[in-house]
């Protein structure tokens, strides 16, 4: 704990980290199948729509498009999405409810919780390639108690491009060094410790299904490695 | 009620409208009085600093200075009214501690418990000049619920700039005239309703000090005008 004495903001990837964005469109997509009467294999539609989800951002991130929000690159994934699928019968109100599932994303089980105890000590920010609007609409959904909402939208580039971090150590009136970037995702954490923060890595054996599991890189130095949110308080002394 | 069922979003002015600042510049400073040996008039001094506030913004809003956030503008002004009151006895450390004091307000009697309510229906959002940091240590420190802290550093631009408003309603995901501005200020509601915000003007009669109270217009056709948020959070259905 006393290696950590100086940190005093955590930072949280979103997508995977705190919630199941698999899981939820899964359970979700049973109902749009009652309701629309859709016989499709929802693990497979969530796997192509998060699918596209990087090849988008690559495309803002390059410049070849402006800033676009997530929000928007959903739908254009979604729309391509359904097309691929056959899916023809949603009218515009139903694939505007779709495409906001990503605002209405479970967590996994031990985030709340976790999150009270951590926020007890620490600044909390979602530092996500998610808009605000997302973020806003899973916290409240979810109950996640963050201390504020910052990332990609807020610094106008996504992750893991350097300024989605340092903007968001800078907003939040510390040092990158005071900062501990929380994430299930090697490549986040490694730009963010690029950029002088703290990381901690959370174990999410399910985000991409069964046997896909995303394993810590053993040579990138994380600070923490853990397997869940109330294990991340014990060890940051909350 | 029913004239407001399309709105989705508050967003609050919140130096005077949430919080008290002058009283609690008044309450921390005989604390600070007893701790460096000083004898202010603390009232005199909290008017003094905040009377350097608004030229301030204004060279940034005019182009004069770059983006500059207000903690550092805060700063600036409190070197000026330190000399001013003749205060050369403060080292570094006690001066950005009174410089935070803004990061430490405290909130008029009827705010958390209004936004409380208010939050059960509507997303919050602070629409305020402070930046980020200040926003987020108050709320931690007064226990302010917002959902997402946006306003003038997110932004990029000082109220009554429009960036500042219509980039709030954007981020929120919704249209202006989905939004609630709620303010103790005319200047601020007139503003954003220009934008297409709708308004709630909150009488803070105590602001300024005993007196000094800034009063409605009585032209400007705001949809409410209040005493407190829990009077707020009735009119609003909640």
Chains 1, 2 share one sequence.
Not at 61 to 74: A, F, I, N, Q
Not at 119 to 126: N, Q, V
Not at 184 to 190: S, T
């Amino acid at each position: 704990m006393a290696e950590f004495s100086n940190i005093k903001a955590l930072t949280f990837d979103v997508f995977g980290t705190v919630v199941d964005w698999r899981g939820t469109i899964i359970r979700e997509g049973a109902e749009w199948g009652r309701a629309y009467g859709l016989d499709v294999d929802w693990a497979a539609f969530a796997d192509a729509w998060r699918g596209r989800y990087d090849p988008a951002m690559a495309r803002v991130r390059s410049g070849e498009r402006p800033w676009t929000k997530l929000d928007v690159l959903h739908r254009e994934n979604l729309d391509a999405v359904l097309e691929e699928f056959a899916i023809t019968s949603l009218g515009e109100a139903d694939i505007d409810h779709v495409n906001r599932v990503w605002h209405r994303l479970d967590p996994w089980p031990d985030a709340v919780a976790g999150l009270a105890r951590l926020k007890t000590r620490y600044m909390l920010a979602t530092l996500s390639n998610g808009n605000v609007a997302i973020m806003v609409g899973m916290a409240r959904h979810a109950g996640l108690p963050w201390d504020a909402i910052l990332g990609a939208e807020v610094a106008g580039a996504y992750k893991p491009e350097p300024k989605a971090y340092l903007s968001a150590a800078d907003m939040l009136g510390v040092e990158a060094s005071e900062c501990m970037m929380v994430a299930a995702h090697n490549y986040d954490l490694i730009a963010s410790s690029k950029h002088g923060f703290r990381t901690a890595f959370v174990n999410r054996p399910l985000e991409f299904g069964p046997g896909k599991a995303e394993t810590p890189m053993a040579d990138a130095g994380f600070d923490i490695i853990t397997d869940d949110f109330g294990d991340l308080a014990a060890r940051l002394g909350c």
